[in-house]
């Protein structure tokens, strides 16, 4: 180990404290699985996006079709602005999407996570036990 003299002592001292002040030394929860009504409100969530979207769409497209005739530079403003609505709809729906995709793998990697805890512990046991 290394020594620390009085004033890295002090420095690692007020460390902590702004660490205690700010919360910054609690440690993060263990993420948790959605439980079958986050499942359920994730599920109701990509349904009522993807009808906005489709919805928007088609509104872009009647657009596009009227447009086709006579050429309006503000029926393409009027497309572009759908076109920002859909955007950040479009995101969230993917992110959605991934959460319900990548669930059952984060379960996985957590029982794993958990049965690998619990093998630790239990090996400290035996040692304290054999001592």
Known sequence: MK????????????IELCKLI????????????????MRQELVTF????????????????SIYNRNRHKKSEALNA???????KIKPLRRE???ARAILEKRPRFEKL????????????????ERRYER
């Open 46 to 61: 990509i349904s009522k996006t993807q009808e906005q979207i489709s919805a928007l769409e088609k509104d872009r497209q």
């Open 110 to 125: 957590l029982e794993t996570e958990r049965q690998m805890e619990a093998a630790i512990t239990m090996k400290r046991k």
């Open 22 to 37: 700010t919360g910054n030394n609690i440690a993060p929860a263990s993420p948790r699985p959605l439980s079958p009504e």
């Open 93 to 95: 729906l993917s992110t």
């Open 78 to 84: 009027e497309a572009r602005d759908i076109t920002a």
């Open 3 to 14: 020594k620390m003299d009085g004033i890295q002592i002090l420095f690692e001292l007020i």
